[in-house]
């Protein structure tokens, strides 16, 4: 990307002016990210900067909207803060059952996902699988049709069989739309494997079994884990199909935070998105790293 | 291959043979069929999986576009006991062609099923279906219906007393039309068209036309989108194509994080940012750009709706870009420059050529994604900003219109899946990237 010693002036002015251009760019990407989690420790119930934020008084900021996620729901949150009221608002408050709801929701699709998706994925990548493209296409669609359009499909399927205000339907539609992502990325793992790893296993008198966990499944196990982590982050931000089969009181956050958006925005919905941002760079980071050892242990790495 | 089994078969009668004494052929077909079966078992049960929770809900919905049953048969809410109604006027509709009069031994048919109807307390569900095909008929079915018990020969007499819209010849067109199960008039409302009291199929006029407009808005504010998103893609991708791998990880990272960041939290900080007493415009009064009266409206409106979708799907333009131009060989354009090339013109005609895969695969994606959008312009769209999607939602949630709700997601599923076979063949899905 360095600017060649023979560059004449009109070249050079371009390609600061590009570099600007790219900086721009990246601040278009990440400032709307980044500008709420100051916003979400405003001390008034605006949205925007007040002048003693912007001048770094510390009355200008506070933690109030965080601790409305707590008390929002509670029985009694004046009480003192003591054991039974933390008790009480482990029970009770909205924002904490709706976290719950999603992770419960959130760790079973993405278990479902994962296995069914892993299996799936060895034997796409054999290429003796018949009709592959085809299964292919129809095993990723749920990631291309319109989330709309496979909600309001759920809520005639479910209606009838009764799935509707379960968990498992709701269980079941989220695995559906994880799976693809552990497909992608499972399969793309399993470009780079050596299958001639596999049948010295075997030639060594290892059945399909020991091999597949002794061999295929540690190469493979970054793959499924960026998978799974896709998945259950599409389950966790995942809202359309929650409001159209959920049951009312099967609040998840992704719903809580649509209601408030929706009703009336207060400064409480920038505190869980901050929080959420947080989470994010914790997966990301996470699934960087894996994608890092998976190169490493196949040799890619690019040092 | 064949010339092993020419020669063998000169010597041996049966051919080549496996150590067992079958023939090579067959117990390679065996074991070829067997290698089949194995991976196929393996998909199998996710096969199984997907057609249970996505292909037959499709499914369910794609009758459902076709189908209204609720001039038809009643369900008890509480039971789901399903009665059949309307019979002795359906009956009256098979032995009657087409626009004739109805007669008194019509409106005796309407009067026994209107006795029914109140029984089961149905007659709001019949209103409501009728009214999908003639407008402002709801009333007289509930109305009729409680004053049914009284009604006494002549019906014909008694039921225009009671109404006298009752005769209305596009009434009993929509009734008619409604006693069929399976109905393609749901897919005509979904493109502006209506049948007239004739059967034929018209345009409805244009002031009432909603769905063709809608149809046409999303398209454009997709391809509107896709544009930006290629404009604003293609820089980026190409210096994280062009700086050493240390730094390009780094620089990806930048746009890896919104790709991971919840939907509705990208979506709520372009609402702090664009409102009108939001982050922008409080920058763009101190910095003396507008007048504190002249605060520019950005969300809430078709401008909300691109600028935020716009943030939200540039990562997929990015990422199949990047992929396409990292391993463009610089040579290429140095060799250009050095045959006397002006740097626009190596670019031109040497390094875009190169990329034309990555901005295919990038603004395809991007466009599928964008037609079934549903979540950011029904939060930052205004009403001028509304997509299809949208309004398949209203039509699910509000007006409770599910048939005409599942025609339109069938048309825009219809769409989709074009696109998404044209994706296929030129790209290939194997080739869809995450990070």
């Not at chain 2, 998404?420 to 290939?428: E, M």
């Amino acid at each position: 990307m360095a600017l060649p010693t023979h560059a004449d002036t009109l070249e050079r002015v371009w390609h600061y002016t590009y570099l600007v251009i790219c900086a721009l760019i990246f601040l278009f990407l990440i400032a709307p990210i980044i500008i709420i989690i100051p916003l979400s420790f405003n001390s008034e119930p605006y949205f925007t900067f007040t002048e003693k934020m912007l001048s770094f008084d510390p009355t200008g900021y506070s933690m109030r909207w965080y601790d409305t996620l707590l008390t929002l729901g509670m029985s009694n949150p004046e009480a003192p803060r003591d054991t039974s009221w933390w008790a009480d608002a482990w029970a009770n408050a909205t924002w904490i059952r709706a976290a719950k709801n999603s992770v419960i929701i959130g760790f079973f699709s993405t278990i479902l996902a994962t296995a069914l998706g892993t299996l799936a994925a060895l034997g796409l990548s054999r290429p003796e699988m018949p009709f592959r493209r085809t299964v292919m296409a129809v095993l990723i669609s749920p990631m291309i049709v319109p989330i709309i359009i496979t909600a309001t499909g759920l809520f005639f399927f479910y209606s009838k069989t009764g799935l509707a205000g379960s968990y498992v339907g709701i269980i079941m539609a989220h695995a559906t739309l994880g799976i693809p992502f552990v497909i992608i990325t499972v399969t793309a793992t399993l470009v780079g494997f050596d299958h001639s790893l596999s049948r010295a296993a075997a030639s060594l008198g290892a059945n399909p079994t020991t091999s597949f966990f002794k061999i295929t499944m540690p190469l493979i196990l970054p793959g499924v884990v960026s998978g799974a982590l896709f998945a259950f982050v599409t389950s966790f931000d995942e809202v359309v199909v929650v409001l159209f089969v959920a049951a009312h009181d099967q609040q998840t956050i992704p719903r809580q935070m649509w209601a408030g958006i929706r009703e009336q925005i207060s400064p409480a919905i920038l505190a869980v998105a901050t929080i959420l941002v947080i989470v994010s760079i914790g997966l990301l980071t996470a699934v960087e790293l894996l994608r890092r050892r998976s190169e490493k242990m196949r040799g890619l790495s690019p040092g | 291959m064949a010339d092993m089994t020419a020669t063998s078969s000169g010597a041996a009668p049966q051919g080549l043979q496996t150590a067992d004494g079958r023939p090579l052929k067959a117990a390679l077909a065996a074991s070829q069929a067997r290698a089949k079966r194995r991976a196929f078992y393996l998909v199998a049960p996710l096969l199984a999986f997907i057609l249970l929770t996505f292909v037959l809900p499709i499914g369910q919905l794609l009758t459902r576009s076709v189908s209204d049953p609720r001039f038809i048969e009643n369900v008890d809410r509480s039971t789901g006991e399903v009665t059949p109604i309307m019979t002795g006027l359906r009956a009256w509709f098979k032995a009657n062609a087409p626009g004739t009069e109805p007669d008194e031994a019509a409106y005796a048919a309407l009067a026994q099923d209107l006795v029914l109807l109140a029984e089961l307390r149905g007659q709001g569900d019949v209103g409501t279906r009728i009214n999908y095909e003639a407008p402002g008929t709801r009333s007289l079915f509930t109305k009729t219906a409680r004053k049914a018990d009284d009604l006494e020969a002549p019906f014909k007499e008694a039921i225009l007393d009671v109404d006298k819209d009752w005769a209305d010849p596009v009434l009993w067109q929509a009734m008619r039309d409604a006693s069929s199960r399976y109905t393609l008039n749901f897919y005509l409302a979904a493109l502006d068209m209506t049948r007239d009291t004739d059967g034929n199929i018209v345009n409805v006029p244009e002031d009432r036309q909603v769905y063709l407009l809608l149809f046409k808005r999303t398209a454009i504010l997709s391809v509107l989108i896709t544009f930006t998103t290629l404009v604003l893609g293609f820089p980026v991708a190409y210096l994280l194509a062009n700086l050493p791998l240390r730094y390009s990880n780094l620089l990806m990272i930048l746009v890896l994080l919104p790709f991971w960041t919840s939907l509705l939290v990208r979506t709520t900080s372009w609402m702090v940012l664009l409102q009108s007493q939001g982050v922008i415009n409080d920058l763009l009064v101190w910095a003396g750009i507008i007048g504190d009266d002249g605060r520019i409206q950005m969300i809430y409106n078709q401008m909300g709706t691109v600028i935020a979708m716009t943030h939200i799907l540039l990562p997929f333009t990015v990422l199949p870009l990047y992929s396409v131009m990292r391993p463009i060989k610089p040579s290429y354009v140095r060799a250009a420059r050095s045959l006397g090339a002006t740097s626009w013109t190596a670019f031109r005609r040497v390094y875009l050529p190169q990329t034309v895969p990555g901005i295919g695969a990038g603004a395809l994606l991007v466009f599928i994604l964008a037609v079934g959008y549903y979540i950011t312009p029904a939060l930052v769209g205004g009403s001028s900003g509304q997509l299809i999607s949208n309004l398949i939602a209203f039509h699910m949630q509000n007006s409770l219109n599910w048939s005409l709700a599942a025609a339109l997601a069938s048309l825009l599923l219809a769409g989709v899946l074009v696109l998404y076979w044209l994706y296929d063949r030129l790209v290939g899905i194997d080739n869809l990237k995450l990070g």
